[in-house]
């Protein structure tokens, strides 16, 4: 498929606990682009191929088939919004977004690595909380794995310690699409 140069890409980044879902779902609905988000699918993959609650390296198997399946779902999208934990220094990752062509701007959600592994495990705690994703607590290590942005396009940093303004976070994207 030749990449479009019509294509508008918004990466929604950071590290988990961070607030990627909270910036990307009413920007995705404030845009009318589609929203690939890798939790549900690696949610859904788990539950299709019977995955084993509490398996790390499964897990990790399904989130990284989650992104392959995220990337392959936005080359059919002209305009989406790609909310996961991308791992930055991934190689592999930053060719198979830059394969999308168009337009990308990506946004990257910032805060405490403290602030992140206390919404993690308050996620972790909850009811709601699929048995696909087997970590219940962040290390250093695994905060490390997503440090920093994937610096594909324009990356515009968030604080989501702060309430989002998700109308001003339109708009600096579309003054960025405009020049």
């Known amino acids: 498929m030749v990449p479009s140069p019509e294509r508008k890409v918004i990466l ?3 590290a988990p606990g961070a607030g990627k879902t909270t910036v ?20 859904a993959l788990f539950d299709a191929l019977d995955g084993r609650a509490g398996d790390l390296a499964q897990s990790r198997r399904f989130s990284d088939a989650a992104i392959e399946v995220m990337l392959a779902l936005a080359a059919q999208c002209p305009q989406v919004v790609l909310e996961a934990n991308f791992h930055p220094h991934s190689a592999h990752e930053r060719e198979r977004i830059r394969s999308l ?3 990308i701007v990506e946004v990257y959600c910032s ?3 403290e602030e992140m592994a206390r919404r993690f495990a308050e996620r972790a705690a909850s009811t709601r909380y699929h048995p696909a994703h087997a970590l219940k607590s962040l290390s250093p290590e695994l905060l490390a794995e997503h440090e920093g942005p994937v610096g594909m396009g324009t990356v515009i940093t968030i604080d989501t310690t702060k309430p989002i303004n998700s ?3 339109v708009r600096r994207i ?6």
């Open 12 to 14: 929604v980044s950071g």
């Open 24 to 43: 990307a779902e009413p920007l995705a609905a404030a845009l009318g682009f589609a929203l690939l988000s890798k939790d549900p699918i690696k949610e």
């Open 101 to 103: 062509g168009g337009q």
């Open 111 to 113: 805060c405490p690595p």
């Open 167 to 169: 109308e001003e976070l």
């Open 174 to 179: 579309q003054e960025l699409w405009a020049e």
